[in-house]
């Protein structure tokens, strides 16, 4: 029996393990069937908005951010609920290509070697017999098909040969003539390979790599086909529509031309994303807002003295990490370039707009989005646990059932903050220079887990203590958290909600996503790890201290039955 794909990649060593389809949230699919963290129906069949099988194709040179495209894409659609999956024909390629060989010369060539000809036709074959079943055998929804696809006739015949399966073709070009964008793009993703280019200076590296696509690749043909669906986008001018199903990026979004023949809503949705991504590098900071008096979601007090003292110890720190990482990248560049832009979010309550106060006074600019205010907790707002378990206890039962959907009497659920926070995650897309956004836990675990593809059940649990500053880096395959400590915070700062089993945000140069079935693991966050110990409390009452009575007998029966502790009779 020929072994899968995943086996051949597992034992190639020059298979880069964080761009494999196999191994992360936004390229595996979960094992079991569940919502989606902002899906807001389910339906027999599996597939959303009256869409059926559509397999998005991407068109362009390497470098040119269809990857990223990609596996954004990717992670907006499953957070709206759509069964989808990204494949990468560079994978398959260094997955199918013995340890130690180069791509053959002639492989982007017209008229390649016959032996060359049959090694395309193998990894293409294994890479669209896994897109077809996926379609067939499990049911997916949208095929992403990354890969160069540098001709006309080759784009007619893949269209074509989907057609016959019953599969709608959308194609994406990203198209770009900024060459410092390009280079940016070949020093962050293609010659950080550690097998290519190690010990190579940058500006040596940047050049080969260049030079050796342009002696590959001579032929390539830019979209015009008018009987096919396309997208085309570029970065200079910042929009441009015609109704033409393919859409052209240029410049990494500033210009975006599309070939629209018959767009459904689904495909309309993805056309509009796109229109608000950004490919450019820019990074995420997620802090708590400061404490107030009251503390309560009803309440709108200022900062109290310990929240003024945390606000600028924050500043201070975050000030001084983004000075030491623009001297690291003029050091790695070996040129001057300007820092980033930090743009600020706030919600509309005093204390998250104090807490940046020290931010503006410095010259940075503030924004208020109304969007971004805590979880409603409802009727069970100055509760304690014990009050709310006496009051509401088959509440306590569905809460525990599924902490994500559940609702409070006239409360919100992590669902509805989600699905309230779509027009955040857009802007958040759309934004061009760094962002740091203050705000309370309930609403950074939902951001977060839309940046980091986090399942819908892991977003109640994961903790973000005040003594840290979480920095999100978009990469190519997944992004990448670094934990950034604020020195000189009394304790009583620093403990997050006590809403549920806390999961902390994984430790520095966690790849995405967190994966609660592998906490042991390498790249999983340990549940039993960082400043953020677990706890549970059954009340959704906002960055209270109440934990109550059985709060670590619930801890306890959690960690037995996710199989953390051996199994025992509870007394």
Not at 37 to 62: C, D, M, N, W
Not at 342 to 347: E, G, P
């Amino acid at each position: 029996m020929e072994d899968s794909t995943a086996d051949v990649a597992a034992a190639s060593p020059r298979f880069r393990r964080k761009s494999s389809t196999f191994i992360d949230a936004i390229h595996d699919m979960p094992e079991k069937v569940e919502m989606a963290p902002a899906q807001l129906y389910s339906t027999e069949s599996g597939r959303l908005f009256h869409a059926g099988k559509i397999a998005i194709a991407t068109v362009g040179l390497p470098a040119r951010g269809k990857t990223h495209i990609s596996v954004a894409l990717t992670r907006y659609l499953r957070w709206l609920g759509v069964k989808t999956r990204a494949f990468h024909l560079g994978d398959y390629r260094r997955a199918t290509l013995p340890a130690g060989q180069e791509v053959p010369e002639d492989y982007f060539f017209l008229d390649a070697s016959a032996s060359t000809v049959l090694l395309r036709q193998k990894i293409l074959r294994k890479c669209r017999e896994d897109i077809y079943q996926f379609f067939e055998r499990e049911n997916g929804q949208v095929a992403i098909y990354d890969a160069v696809n540098p001709l006309a006739a080759g784009r007619r015949s893949l269209a074509n040969e989907l057609a016959k399966h019953d599969i709608q073709t959308l194609f994406i070009e990203s198209a770009c003539h900024d060459q410092r964008i390009i280079e940016d793009n070949v020093r962050r993703v293609k010659i950080s390979s550690p097998d290519e280019y190690a010990g190579w200076d940058a500006a040596d590296a940047i050049k080969h790599y260049l030079a050796r696509i342009n002696a590959k690749i001579p032929h390539f043909e830019t979209m015009e086909e008018k009987e096919l669906d396309w997208i085309r986008v570029c970065p200079k001018q910042r929009l441009m529509l015609t109704l033409l199903t393919a859409i052209k990026m240029i410049n990494a979004g500033d210009k975006f031309e599309i070939n629209n023949r018959n767009f459904g809503y689904l495909a309309r949705r993805i056309v509009f994303y796109l229109m608000n991504l950004q490919i450019k590098q820019r990074r995420a900071y997620f802090v708590r807002a400061g404490l107030s008096a009251s503390n309560t979601y009803m309440s709108d007090d200022g900062l109290s003295d310990i929240g003024i003292d945390y606000a600028r110890k924050m500043t201070e720190t975050l000030i001084k990490h983004r000075e030491q990482e623009h001297k690291q990248e003029i050091q790695n560049e070996e040129q001057e370039r300007e820092q980033r832009s930090l743009v600020i979010w706030t919600s509309t309550k005093k204390r998250t707009i104090e807490t940046a106060s020290f931010l503006q006074d410095a010259g940075y600019p503030v924004r208020q989005r109304s969007q971004m205010v805590a979880l409603n907790p409802g009727v069970c707002e100055r509760m304690t646990e014990r009050r709310i378990r006496e009051k509401y206890p088959e509440e306590i039962l569905k809460h525990e059932a599924d902490p994500y959907h559940h609702r409070y009497p006239r409360a919100e659920s992590y669902h509805d903050v989600a699905v309230r926070m779509e027009p955040v995650i857009l802007e958040l897309e759309r934004e061009g220079n760094d962002l740091l956004i203050i705000a309370h836990e309930s609403v950074l675990r939902v951001l977060y887990g839309y940046l980091m593809a986090c399942k819908a059940t892991d977003i109640p649990k994961l903790s973000f203590p005040r003594d840290e500053i979480i920095e999100i880096v978009p990469e190519s395959y997944s992004n990448r958290s670094i934990r950034i400590p604020i020195p000189g915070l009394p304790n009583d700062t620093i403990p997050s909600s006590p809403e549920d089993i806390r999961i902390p945000v994984p430790p520095s140069g966690t790849l995405t996503p967190i994966n609660i079935g592998e906490a042991f693991s390498g790249n999983a966050t340990p549940l039993l790890s960082g400043s953020g110990s677990p706890r549970r409390n059954a009340s959704p009452n906002q960055d209270s201290d109440h934990r109550g009575e059985g709060s670590m007998l619930l801890v306890d029966r959690a960690l037995r039955k996710s199989g953390y502790l051996p199994q025992n009779k509870e007394t």
